[in-house]
């Protein structure tokens, strides 16, 4: 079940009421067991592994509470963080790492014991083991308390707007939230729905509808010319925003439309002036899950080197941060050429401040959108990589787009619907920017205006948007 299937549009209405008929001290179990149905109904097999993560998570997570030696609770706690692991390194990276060694081996005439390998990735499997991961270390570091009652642990690990492609949550967030629901709050319930419809417009009229040309030119690199390379590229980073963006409006809106409060994914990230800001605006459940459990653990133990150690962890964590998206070199390029970005970012970071000061630069509007159209080219060279093949496919993109000119490939009718949709998100993000939204039809104070926004949101996705894109881009992840 997805969020953009008929099966979803039936449960979670038939959810919610159950949800509010149901005493409030049983609802959190009604939460539940919905969060086991929609899971049950993607992947009944891959079901069994999340009930053994849930398990191993609330057992290992009792037994850093119970004890007192210290030494205890660092094997309780690197065990249950190498047990949650390996079934994601097992599906995500075994495969590969084999299939990788037989082709290398068998060029080289030698023999390999196994045959090359598939297999299916647990659909949602990096985001409950970030979960688990991330409580595992709560509970260590004392910064939660573990969870006695199991039904509460499991609901955290395997609740079902976030499990497939996040936000990424925290225990300290969501765990007080699950023991103590609200009453029903019919603010509660238009927000929600207000959110899941934009989120329903941003991935069925803008990222579907931009994925249709995107991976049409992707997946023909040769056969197109370097403009149409070149259109596609710039095109990729805003299916991928609104797609995933898209989810998690969805994701945050289902839960809170059952009183529940979930972390926002995105900050209208192509609106950054620099990379790092990009980064504080973009995926921001990952980047902050990132920050704090590799990146400042990295950055602690290189701590002596000053300057150049906070390089080498930002370095790190993005390298990690590919990996994390995918067992190709595809994946690590892109992590290399964020560190890379974020590196040189970082040594030159008083050289700029100086400079922008020195010249008045931030109340620059010329030099704003300057900064904002760099750092947006810049993430698009490393989003070729994301969505090439493979690196050699990524390098003809390249090629191409520098020695290859001529006309563009245009299917008019699906850049016009994209393009739309697209400029009507970017209006909004511009609005609540740097206008507090004071042109926004959803959050105007007249109940008149905000239905016609409703409306036109509703009569815009049945009408542009495409019903047949398939699944979420992240759930691969």
Not at 25 to 42: G, H, K, P
């Amino acid at each position: 079940m997805i969020f953009t299937s008929l099966n979803f549009l039936l449960f979670f209405p038939v959810l919610v009421v159950l949800y509010y008929v149901t005493p409030i001290n049983t609802r959190r179990y009604i939460l539940l067991l919905a969060s086991i149905l929609f899971y049950l109904n993607i992947s009944p097999l891959y079901l069994l592994l999340l009930m053994g993560v849930c398990t191993s998570t609330y057992a290992f997570t009792r037994a850093i509470a119970k004890t007192e030696d210290e030494n205890k609770k660092q094997w309780y706690k690197t065990g249950n963080i190498i047990l949650i692991l390996l079934p994601l390194l097992f599906f995500k990276y075994f495969s590969a790492i084999n299939n990788g060694l037989l082709e290398i081996l068998t060029q080289n005439g030698l023999r390999w014991p196994l045959p090359k390998l598939e297999y299916l990735l647990p659909v949602g499997i990096s985001y409950y083991t970030f979960v688990a991961i991330g409580y595992t270390i709560d509970v260590y570091n004392e910064e939660v308390e573990a969870e006695k009652d199991f039904g509460i642990v499991a609901l955290f690990v395997s609740f079902f707007p976030l499990i497939l492609s996040g936000p990424i949550e925290r225990a300290g967030n969501m765990i007080p939230q699950f023991k103590k629901l609200p009453e029903l709050n019919y603010s509660n319930i238009t927000a929600g729905l207000k959110l899941m419809l934009w989120g329903f417009f941003m991935k069925l009229v803008v990222a579907d509808r931009l994925g249709i040309y995107v991976n049409m030119v992707f997946n023909n690199v040769p056969n197109h010319n370097g403009v149409t390379l070149f259109l596609a590229s710039c095109l990729y980073p805003f299916q991928v925003y609104n797609d995933l963006g898209g989810y998690s409006l969805i994701a945050i809106g289902t839960a809170k439309a059952m009183g529940i409060d979930v972390i926002h994914n995105f900050k209208r990230p192509f609106l950054a002036t620099s990379m790092a800001e990009l980064w504080r605006r973009w995926h921001i459940s990952l980047i902050t899950w990132m920050t704090d459990y590799v990146y400042t653990p990295l950055a602690f133990s290189f701590r002596k080197f000053k300057l150049q150690g906070t390089i080498m962890a930002l370095f790190l964590t993005f390298l990690i941060s590919g990996i994390w998206h995918g067992a190709t070199w595809t994946f690590v390029a892109w992590g290399v050429i964020q560190g890379i970005y974020l590196s040189i970012e970082a040594l030159t970071q008083k050289q700029k401040t100086a400079f922008e000061q020195k010249y008045n630069l931030k109340s620059n509007w010329i030099y704003l959108i300057f900064s904002m159209l760099t750092t947006y080219f810049l993430f698009t060279i490393s989003q070729i990589f994301a969505g090439s093949a493979n690196v050699p496919t990524a390098l003809l993109v390249f090629k191409k787009i520098a020695t290859q000119h001529g006309m563009p490939y245009l299917d008019l009718t699906t850049l016009f619907f994209a393009l739309f949709g697209l400029a009507v998100v970017l209006a909004k993000d511009i609005s609540e920017e740097f206008f507090q939204n004071k042109f926004g039809l959803l959050s105007s104070s007249s109940f008149a205006v905000r239905c016609t926004g409703y409306l036109l949101l509703a009569f815009s996705i049945i009408l542009f948007g495409v019903f047949t894109g398939g699944s979420f881009i992240y759930f691969q992840f």
